[in-house]
């Protein structure tokens, strides 16, 4: 054949060829194009049914086709600290701030925040705090540091450094004066353990000045002058609560009562709590009141306050302690029987439904917290334990 011939044919053919490989090629891309945005689909829908697992797969493929998409590897770090797989966060993190990608500042600030902020989730402190002191003067990610470090060193109890911080943050919106109140009463209840008790009164000075509506303040300045034997100066504090917020009156009564019985003056005490207990019927001192009554008053005395609370603020708990109070009255066995039944119900009632709770995450808890241990808010659970 002769070679023009041959070249006219293999010319078109080359042509053909190239035109179909560049088909295949089309395809793969166009293939690949679609699938990154699906899976993305796939891993939003995920999250959207709660299924977190699936979610992190999906973008974790994601990100492996597209690592230049630093924002999806911020989402899927996130993903992994919700999830509680705080070691992966920090491989990631670490992985991509020494990749070879070029990375602004910006964007080297913010990945050093999540790498606090996964340190801070897997509880190794001091080397979140590390970071965070060091992004302190960021332009963008500055204040959220600020914020991270008042979170740790709350964690670290270090009220010294957590004042320091919350000074820093305070602006005219948020002045942080409860935070720092309650800072200076960890100090101070610190410090009266180890009766150190001039630092302690510094310190709940520094408190009330910061926010004079710190109750807490004003119980832990009783208990000094209480310690020191000066139990008029205990409970003129003491008394002062009244003001701030009367339910709190309830974690001081007895030691407001050991004061006075002290100085010799139940009649006096039975007085300020006839008083407390005609203003605010719903405080709960019930079991504390009724025993003062029986031991100091009488038995009518007693019957007529648990009456009075059962008109003004019924509760399983007060109808329980009326039942108590009248059960000798009762004189058939089978009566005596039924109202003990009746007695036992209402405080197994009382037992499960009252606690104290968080007004900001619903917490619920047995004991009263100045710190909600859940969502980390100061003062957000209530003082009142009622049964609801
Ligand atoms: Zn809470």
């Known amino acids: 054949m002769d070679i023009l011939v041959i070249w006219l044919i293999i010319t078109p ?26 899976r993305l689909f796939d891993s939003i829908d995920a999250m ?43 491989k990631l993190h670490s992985k991509l701030l020494g990749s070879q990608f070029v990375l602004s500042n910006d964007i080297k600030d913010k990945i ?40 740790i060193y709350q964690q670290d109890k270090n009220w010294h450094e957590a004042i320091e911080t919350a000074r820093k943050l305070a602006t005219s919106d948020i002045s942080f004066h409860t935070e720092v109140a309650q800072f200076n009463c960890e100090i101070a209840q610190e410090a009266i353990i180890k009766s150190d ?18 109750v807490r303040a004003n119980i832990l300045l009783g208990e000094i002058h209480f310690n020191q034997e000066n139990y008029s100066a205990a409970i003129n504090i003491w008394q ?3 003001k701030q917020n009367y339910q709190y009156l309830q974690f001081v009564i007895t030691k407001m009562f050991e004061a006075y019985q002290r100085q010799d003056m139940i009649k006096e ?14 405080l709960n001192i019930y079991s504390f009141i009724i025993n003062v009554l029986a031991n100091h008053i009488s ?45 036992d119900l209402l405080l197994k009632y009382d037992e499960k439904y009252s606690h104290y709770s968080c007004g ?22 209530s003082p009142s334990n009622n049964d609801k």
Request: aromatic share 10%.
């Open 13 to 38: 053919l080359f042509f053909a060829f190239g035109w179909f490989a560049g088909r295949i090629d089309m395809k793969t891309v166009l293939k690949q194009a679609k699938l990154v945005p699906q």
């Open 48 to 90: 959207v049914d709660n299924k977190t697992g699936v979610a992190r797969d999906e973008l974790k493929q994601v990100i492996e086709q597209e690592p230049q998409l630093i924002d999806l590897q911020f989402s899927l770090g996130r993903l992994y600290r919700k999830r509680g797989e705080n070691d992966l966060a920090i």
């Open 112 to 151: 050093k925040l999540e790498l606090a902020q996964d340190f801070q989730k897997a509880g190794l402190i001091d080397r979140a705090e590390n970071i965070l002191v060091k992004l302190v003067n960021s332009e963008f990610y500055g204040h959220q540091a600020l914020e991270l470090l008042l979170l």
């Open 197 to 214: 008790y001039i630092t302690a009164h510094k310190h709940l000075e520094y408190a009330l000045t910061t926010n004079r509506r710190c």
């Open 240 to 242: 002062q609560i009244e």
């Open 269 to 282: 005490f039975i007085n300020l709590i006839n008083g407390y207990t005609t203003l605010y019927p719903q």
């Open 299 to 343: 038995h009518d005395a007693q019957v007529e306050y648990l009456r009075n609370a059962m008109l003004h603020s019924p509760s399983a708990r007060v109808a329980a302690l009326l039942i108590n109070t009248r059960f000798e009255e009762l004189e058939m066995p089978e009566g005596k029987s039924d109202a003990s039944h009746i007695r």
């Open 360 to 381: 900001c995450c619903n917490f619920k808890a047995k004991t009263f917290f100045w710190q909600c241990p859940a969502c980390y808010e100061w003062e957000s659970i």
